[in-house]
Nanobody, 126 residues
Framework: QVQLVESGGELVQAGGSLRLSCAAS????????MGWFRQAPGKEREFVAA????????YYADSVKGRFTMSRDNAKKTVYLQMNSLKPEDTAVYHC???????????????????WGQGTQVTVSS
């Protein structure tokens, strides 16, 4: 069982930066691939970024590539999403997710994740 708690979301101006954190409970955090997803009002949840259990592999949606960076600290059981050059279209509730994995790879589909956090609101003003 893994419990996830996100933090770091807030109101920021376009062009600004934020760092989201996702703290996990459970003894086997390093056995999970982690991902960030977001959902804007009236829209489907969409994939943002993913990281392998070791942190050696990452994958990003085209819409955030070059602006967002995902990382993890297995000793602290925490994953991060550094978001730079924010745009109004980045406004959404951001959720982190954990998926049990048996190889050092990434998951990009929401169906591959078993555990989800409640989310943190990111609002980017123009």
């Amino acid at each position: 069982q893994v419990q996830l708690v996100e933090s770091g979301g807030e109101l920021v101006q376009a062009g600004g930066s934020l760092r989201l954190s996702c703290a996990a409970s459970g003894r086997t955090f390093s056995s999970y691939a982690m991902g960030w997803f977001r959902q804007a009002p009236g829209k489907e949840r969409e994939f943002v970024a993913a990281i392998s259990w070791s942190g050696g592999s990452t994958y990003y949606a085209d819409s955030v590539k070059g602006r967002f960076t995902m990382s993890r600290d297995n000793a602290k059981k925490t994953v991060y999403l550094q978001m730079n050059s924010l745009k109004p279209e980045d406004t959404a509730v951001y959720h982190c997710a954990a998926g049990r994995i048996y190889s050092d790879t990434v998951y990009t589909s929401s169906r591959q994740y078993q555990y989800w956090g409640q989310g943190t609101q990111v609002t980017v003003s123009s």
